[in-house]
């Protein structure tokens, strides 16, 4: 794994940005090469899939699994089709590409926040080869961790994670909360009591925003500031 970080000022904001390269060498020169990007102010991540001499045939098909708090945001699809039922991108090529290196690229958004540790890359590449024959190509999942540098508020993220606490009461409520897609209820007893909080949030604008979702039901409920250890 190679890793580059470097920081690019724009309208006054520091942007971090993450590189991550993966590559699955096979047998007869065959390669599956990713570069992911990671962009850590707009929680979301750009991976280019790079196939070097894959003997298809014909048909081809890519599936790769998703983070289950991730959503597809772009991708290009022509001569394409595709599908991301079930937290898994799936892309059908009725005729793949003939050509001996050959690329496509996807972005997905994190919601609510991207997380600073998460596995990613997981995937299959299903096709028909030169030989009339069914071969399969596996990619592993990888660990993707980095550092957010800065928020939009000049701000360190490293220095805080945010909760909304929404109730204090006993103990197995966590059904009694509705919860948003991707986010996590946590219980903390203390004494005789249980206190819920949604989160963590890495960032004061992320548990903000999340905040108007959670007021619907506990109009009460409120954002805590803790110090990351």
């Not at 959503?71 to 590409?97: A, Q, V």
């Amino acid at each position: 794994m190679i890793l580059y970080n470097y920081l690019l000022k724009k309208k006054g904001l520091f942007l971090s940005i993450c590189i991550f390269l993966f590559t699955f060498t096979l047998s007869y020169g065959q390669s599956i090469r990713m570069e992911t990007e990671v962009d850590t102010i707009k929680n979301q991540i750009t991976t280019s899939i790079f196939f070097n001499n894959i003997p298809t045939k014909n048909t081809a098909r890519w599936q790769q699994i998703l983070h289950p708090s991730s959503t597809l945001l772009h991708l290009d699809t022509t001569g394409i089709l595709w599908d991301t039922s079930h937290h898994t991108l799936t892309i059908i090529w009725e005729k793949f590409p003939s050509k001996d290196s050959f690329s496509f690229s996807f972005t997905a958004l994190f919601s609510p926040v991207l997380p600073e540790t998460f596995s990613w890359g997981e995937g299959a590449l299903l096709f028909e080869n030169t030989n009339n024959k069914i071969a399969k190509i596996k990619t592993a999942a990888q660990t993707i961790h980095y550092k957010a540098i800065y928020q939009e508020n000049g701000e360190y993220i490293s220095d805080s994670i945010y909760f909304i606490q929404v109730g204090v009461g006993r103990n197995n409520h966590e059904s009694d909360y509705k919860l948003q897609s991707g986010d996590k209820i946590q219980k903390t007893k203390i004494e005789n009591q249980y206190k819920y909080q949604i989160g963590p949030f890495y960032s004061e604008a992320a548990a903000r925003e999340r905040l108007l979702f959670y007021k619907k039901q506990v109009p009460d409920a409120f954002i805590v500031k803790e110090k990351r250890e």
